[in-house]
Nanobody
């Protein structure tokens, strides 16, 4: 069974940094997209950062609200994706979710899996 597990959330003061990690496990042949979404209370879930087309080199997208402050990176061998968050603001407070599009061994077609989420709170 394929699973993804996030870690690294917590409480940080404005201007501080956090690094989120997400690792997939299970019978995965390859992963084509790794992304981070977030959802704040009372708001819609939004895409924060994404690396797509990983199997053909990778394309990175960052939401305008985090561009210049957040960085997404992957370690394909470890089936992991990271989100380095710098200069955090109170409005970055949300539950952050890892998402992956993957292909299982002995299977065709990509599936999408979401992590359980990790809480990030930015407050003084």
């Amino acid at each position: 069974q394929v699973q993804v597990v996030e870690s690294g959330g917590g409480l940080v003061q404005p201007g501080g940094s956090l690094r989120l990690s997400c690792t997939a496990s299970g019978s995965i042949a390859n992963i084509n997209t790794m992304a981070w979404f977030r959802q704040a209370p009372g708001k819609q879930r939004e895409l924060v950062a994404q690396i797509s087309q990983i199997t053909s080199g990778g394309r990175t997208h960052l939401a305008n609200s985090v561009s210049g402050r957040f960085t997404i990176s992957t370690d394909n061998a470890k089936k992991a994706v990271y989100l380095q968050m710098n200069y955090l603001k109170p409005e970055d407070t949300a539950t952050y979710y890892c998402v992956m599009d993957y292909m299982e061994l002995s299977s065709s077609g990509y599936k999408t899996i979401w992590g359980q989420g990790t809480q990030v709170t930015v407050s003084s």
